[in-house]
């Protein structure tokens, strides 16, 4: 199976400027796409750290390794949020209202279903230009 038919893969962008900017706008194929990357990427994580590390033995060593191995993982998840909410005309600081009972239901409306708003925003120009979107992965 070709890979490259099935998503489209692309240098024209770093993996910096993919995942850790929050700057422009991020459409929602891309957007939840990135964040079944970094979801697997922690799964991997913790199992790797679950093989080396006991957490039953020493449960804050664990703890410990995980947490700095996961800041990354965390900032890009942020990052993306807020591009994400930039593309639906949303301020990013939206993404602190996640935390907040009922409110987050509506921000994963915006970041997950609402389609981003036509044409040049606030944040940037449309992603989606003339039937082609961001790089994916």
């Known amino acids: 199976m070709n890979l ?7 240098d024209s962008k770093s993996f910096k400027e993919k995942f850790f900017t929050c700057e422009g706008r991020l459409n929602r194929k891309p957007f939840i796409l990135r ?6 990427l922690t799964m991997i994580i913790q199992e790797i750290i679950g093989a080396v590390i006991d ?3 020493s449960p804050f060593a664990f ?4 947490l700095v191995l996961s800041m990354p993982i965390l900032v890009s998840s942020i990052m993306i949020t807020i591009r994400r909410l930039h593309d639906t005309e949303h301020s990013g600081w939206w993404w602190l ?3 907040i009972p009922i409110v987050n ?12 708003t ?5 944040y940037g120009a449309d992603p989606i230009v003339d039937g082609k979107g961001e790089d994916i992965i």
Not at 118 to 122: L, P, R, S
Request: net charge positive; glycine share 10%.
């Open 4 to 10: 490259k038919g099935l998503i489209k893969i692309s």
């Open 118 to 122: 036509a044409g040049y925003n606030h």
């Open 35 to 40: 964040i079944v990357v970094i979801w697997i």
């Open 97 to 99: 209202a996640m935390m």
């Open 63 to 66: 703890l410990g390794v995980y």
């Open 105 to 116: 239901l509506y921000v994963m409306y915006l970041t997950y279903f609402k389609k981003g």
């Open 55 to 57: 957490p039953e033995t």
